[in-house]
């Protein structure tokens, strides 16, 4: 018998895993080149040739004793500098190797950094819509995440709700920006306002409140959008990146945490996110990735090819009839449905081998995600379907 | 402030740290070919070289695309495949892809089943001395982990005890043999006997309990040892294992979970690794290392290197008069210390440069572990200390 919070787990990635399963079944009956699969933000766009290559050269010279071996718990010393120097040149920061956590991906990262800060029954607050796996990472800890309503009009955040959801509980606010499933991007105004309001806030509760910044799409933004780099901007923030989009890497499972030395409490958190790699059963950040990202991480993907896809996509939707915000980062459309219930819109979407996501997940039911990391090919052929169906409502 | 549990982790692995960090001083001061460091697993024989090779061939000739994407959660079919088929080879067993989970390492794999089987306050039951980080991989799910006595004669399981301690929340019985830190190896009768007891206990309270075996040290036996398959002996058998011992892979982090089709719930078991490899971070295993170990798994380490180490440790010690058990297996021996405070004796051995690992943390206080899987030239160097710092205690 498994455990009762499994069974809950299991039963609400009920809907997703069904989508996976119906998917292949629709893929072996029509053909995946018939199947328009929106469903996962599986990048489409090849890691650049440097990796493969870097991969190879350093199989052929590192010794093998060290390539293989376990590395420090946060990582080779060597890849966190270049990490930090990397970091240092892009972002005019002063970061060493002493601030730069290695992880299994951002979502390893996340699940450190919350084991690390987080006691049972404290709160994770974060906007919605959000990326779905994010409350069960806050449950790992003990912890809840609480969920900031949508700005539906905007999608960006709603600073005056935040201001109001913060309580003696707020261990942790979690931002996602450039955002899984909106694509919205918080410019300067908006992350310095949040930096205000937290500094307002742990003043008035006499707490410590942790502005984690979960950026895997950082790189990905379209229109000359600036990312701005959070630690700039409040004192007491965390990013967690990973290289799954930037490089197009997601199976090498490569990513870091950023603890800067000016965080409350930085010592024990660095212990701690050492600790909570260990035990959490990552052990170290796998290694050979750990020398490949380290000589890669000026290396960008092919972000105009997103773009495009972005521009074809949201364009002939919006002539369709869809209602959607033109994203400017990421890789995905946040569409609303054309029914109450998404589910049953994407149920209807399946009809005409569309499949998407329902948002219920994310926090934000009567919207889908459609990631646009596919081939152009792909949206090419899927655009009669996508118009077929808002016929079908009309 | 970080949390409390968070707190305390980092205190119980305070002295470990204080090992390393003057492990390093030391290192840096006298040179490190003058440190004997005894102190962790991090095998010294190299990978064989198949797994570089190979690793070059899956980047040269594989499709980007899959070899960099994210892998089915459960890893990639084929690969699985290719284990139930090497298992199904070695055990007599009738395993598919079905069966196998490949994971970050044995800790990521005994991390996932911990989170699948176990509710709040359930039990953990395992045999001291074990290995330190299974009391935190209990906490993380929420549970406890308590500890059979140890038998201080053979540092073989004390059935008795285990019958004993078995209540209606034992959840899951945690074995490892060969046995980090004993080297002991279970024989057949113990198998049988540990799964008579478990299939009696499941009968008298009525519940499920599990057998996880975590096995990555199952090739390294020596004077002709035999690991029973563990599977074939009761019925609710889950074995976790990992590549970083038998391929000398420690920093790639790939092992994997075997889920026997018989299992009391198997469906829901395996719907629940699937879910946990997700939400705890891992995503998938490392694709690329997937891959290669897929090729790889029937190589093997170089056994009679460490079989030559334990024979010279062993008798040189056993002539300086120190108390310890011939291990059969992995590439540890479990010393009697030479004054009751383990930790005291381990600080009293770096005099003589050695660095050796109190075992109050592996829940045996008084007794040391000594990993020798060591250069042979770092065993021959280090025996006039053991020899010096034993007659220091006449």
Redesign the interface.
């Known amino acids: 018998?498994?455990?009762?919070?499994?069974?809950k787990?299991?039963e609400k990635?009920a809907g997703i895993?069904a989508l996976f399963t119906e998917a292949k079944k629709m893929k072996e009956q029509y053909g995946a080149e018939n199947v328009y699969d929106f469903g996962?933000g599986?990048?489409?766009v090849?890691?650049p040739e440097s990796?493969?290559k870097t991969?190879?050269e350093i199989?052929?010279q590192e010794d093998?004793?060290i390539?293989?071996?376990?590395?420090d718990t946060a990582g080779y010393a060597e890849v966190r500098k270049k990490i930090a120097n990397h970091l240092n040149r892009r972002f005019d920061t002063n970061f060493d190797e002493e601030n730069i956590i290695m992880t299994?991906?951002a979502?390893?990262?996340?699940?450190?950094i919350f084991?690390?800060?987080?006691?049972p029954g404290e709160e994770v607050l974060t906007f919605a819509p959000f990326f779905s796996?994010y409350t069960?990472?806050a449950?790992?800890?003990?912890a809840v995440l609480r969920a900031v309503p949508p700005n539906l009009e905007t999608f960006l955040p709603d600073l005056t709700a935040l201001e109001q959801s913060i309580t003696k509980k707020t261990k942790i606010v979690l931002i996602n920006s450039p955002n899984n499933p909106t694509g919205v991007v918080y410019d300067e105004s908006i992350i310095a306002e949040i930096g205000c309001i937290l500094e307002e806030k742990q003043k008035e509760y006499g707490?410590?409140i942790y502005l984690i910044a979960d950026e895997p799409y950082r790189e990905l933004v379209y229109d000359g959008a600036e990312v701005p780099y959070v630690p700039d901007y409040y004192k007491n923030t965390i990013v967690a990146y990973s290289f799954s989009k930037s490089l197009?890497?997601?199976?090498?499972?490569i990513g870091y945490l950023v603890l800067p030395s000016q965080l409350?409490?930085y010592d024990?958190?660095k212990?701690?996110a050492e600790?909570?790699t260990?035990?959490?059963?990552?052990?170290?950040?796998?290694?050979?990735?750990q020398k490949v990202v380290a000589e890669c991480c000026d290396e960008l993907t092919d972000v105009a090819f997103y773009d495009g896809n972005r521009e074809l996509l949201y364009t002939a939707l919006q002539s369709y009839g869809y209602q959607c915000i033109k994203p400017q980062g990421a890789f995905y459309l946040f569409v609303k449905a054309l029914e109450e219930d998404d589910e049953a819109f994407c149920q209807k979407a399946k009809q005409y081998r569309l499949l998407l996501t329902p948002a219920i997940g994310f926090g934000c039911p009567g919207y889908v995600r459609i990631a646009y990391c596919v081939s152009r090919e792909t949206i090419e052929k899927s655009l009669p379907a996508f118009e077929a169906l808002a016929k079908s409502y009309q």
């Open positions: 018998m498994i455990s009762q919070n499994m069974k787990l299991i990635s895993s996962i599986n990048p489409n090849k890691a990796i493969n991969a190879i199989l052929q093998t004793i390539l293989h071996g376990y590395t299994v991906g979502a390893g990262g996340l699940n450190v084991k690390v800060l987080l006691n796996e069960a990472y449950m790992n800890a003990g707490t410590d197009s890497l997601p199976g090498d499972r409350e409490d024990e958190i212990q701690g600790v909570a260990r035990v959490l059963g990552f052990v170290n950040a796998p290694a050979l990735q």
